[in-house]
């Protein structure tokens, strides 16, 4: 009779532990699906987005916080270090609903290292003072249930909190090595340093901007297009990081747009004449206007 009362209990509790135990698991990562993400100065009147993620059976609501501590506590008051403050909680009946997962919010003017008027924690500066540059944490935590179906004091934290870089700090100026020619147009080449992800180059008349062109600094030379030819420009470019900011300009260069000739154009400059078809049927002539061919598809290659 004990025996089967024993293997009663052990059936009833496996029973509980499947329906209640599943392993539970929190993920926090930027939309993009990443464990870091660039906040700047152009943030500080709106919010910025983030993904949650709970898997298995959770039995308490999603806490979530933004911390300048080191590293992630049970919960946002168990923080010991630097500024804490803690975000809109999603709740239990959210998390089931939404199939353990979606999108939140939180104001960056309200990120702990910001000075508020409704805040005892407050931080030292305000959401756009320029220079500052600070990582924060943002944690995430629930609990689980127990192997009999209550919850329990087991916390469950993000395995990777979401690393939250706030950057008001302009990167160095860039410098133009190199500004070619083209049929109305002109191709930079931008040294960009290292913590900038885009340049823009901007091309001037008389000190009015009059075109510019921005792009990633992986992608080679910048084409400024939209120009005259014959008319010299100056030419400046900026580095911009990924939180926004924007350098100083470079020393400015300059460069003049030159007409890129056609095939016929070029024949003609060189001293050929139009006669007729029988003159490229063969022969000098033929042969003169297939080297000339070269000579233009050669140059037009070296010059684009």
Same mark, same amino acid.
């Given at each position: 009779?004990?025996?089967?009362?024993?293997?009663? &209990?052990?059936?009833?509790?496996?029973? &509980?532990?499947?329906?209640?135990?599943?392993?539970?698991?929190?993920?926090?990562?930027?939309?993009?699906?990443?464990?870091s993400v660039s906040i700047g100065p152009s943030q500080c009147g709106g919010s910025s987005s983030f993904n949650w993620r709970v898997t298995?059976?959770?039995?308490?609501?999603?806490?979530?916080?933004?911390t300048t501590d080191g590293d992630c506590r049970d919960s946002s008051s168990a923080q010991t270090s630097g500024s804490t403050r803690a975000l809109s909680s999603i709740p239990l009946s959210t998390i089931t609903s939404s199939g353990g997962g979606a999108t939140a919010t939180f104001q960056v003017s309200n990120?702990?290292?910001?000075?508020?008027?409704?805040?005892?924690?407050?931080?030292?500066?305000?959401?756009?003072?320029?220079?500052?540059e600070?990582?924060?944490?943002?944690?995430?935590?629930?609990?689980?249930?127990?192997?009999?179906?209550?919850?329990?004091?087991?916390?469950?934290?993000?395995?990777?909190?979401?690393?939250?870089?706030?950057?008001t700090k302009s990167p160095d100026a860039p410098s133009i090595s190199e500004v070619a020619s083209l049929d109305k147009a002109l191709r930079v080449t931008v040294d960009a340093p290292d913590d900038a992800n885009q340049v823009e180059v901007v091309a001037l008349l008389e000190g009015v901007r009059v075109s510019s062109e921005k792009q990633g600094v992986n992608v080679g030379a910048v084409r400024v297009k939209n120009l005259q030819n014959d008319v010299t420009y100056q030419v400046e470019a900026y580095a911009i990081d990924v939180a926004g900011n924007q350098s100083l300009a470079s020393v400015t260069g300059q460069g003049t747009p030159t007409r890129t000739f056609g095939f016929y154009d070029r024949y003609r400059e060189a001293g050929g004449e139009e006669t007729g078809c029988g003159a490229t049927g063969g022969g000098f002539a033929g042969g003169?206007?297939?080297?000339?061919?070269?000579?233009?598809?050669?140059?037009?290659?070296?010059?684009?």
């Open positions: 009779m004990r025996n089967l009362l024993f293997s009663a &209990a052990v059936l009833l509790s496996s029973a &509980a532990f499947g329906q209640f135990g599943t392993q539970v698991q929190v993920t926090v990562q930027s939309t993009a699906n990443s464990d298995g059976t959770p039995c308490a609501d999603l806490s979530l916080w933004v990120l702990p290292i910001f000075a508020t008027s409704t805040t005892t924690d407050a931080g030292t500066v305000a959401c756009g003072d320029p220079g500052v600070s990582t924060m944490l943002l944690c995430g935590a629930t609990k689980t249930y127990d192997g009999l179906g209550s919850c329990s004091s087991n916390v469950v934290k993000a395995a990777k909190p979401l690393q939250i870089t706030y950057d003169g206007m297939l080297a000339a061919l070269g000579f233009w598809l050669f140059s037009r290659r070296n010059r684009s």
